[in-house]
């Protein structure tokens, strides 16, 4: 990816498709972020530490659902 930032703006240029992979979530945005990113990849994407959505976002997975995203929750 190619990011820049312009005063109070990033401008980042992301790449043509991501791929699956294991990921770990350090805090609540990341952890957000990370599903997000997943759901564009191709394949499964693992995300772990997922603790962190609950408490922020505790109806994440459901409002995700709602909009077309399939999504199963592991132990």
Partial sequence: ADA???GH???V???PQLSSAPVWC???RA???LVLAGLV???DTEVHDVFHID???PLFVENLAILG???ERVQ
């Fill in 26 to 28: 350090s805090d609540i």
């Fill in 41 to 43: 990849a191709d394949g």
């Fill in 55 to 57: 408490r922020g976002y």
């Fill in 4 to 6: 820049r930032t312009d």
């Fill in 13 to 15: 240029r992301g790449l």
């Fill in 69 to 71: 995203a399939e999504i």
């Fill in 31 to 33: 952890a957000r972020g």
């Fill in 9 to 11: 703006h990033a401008v």
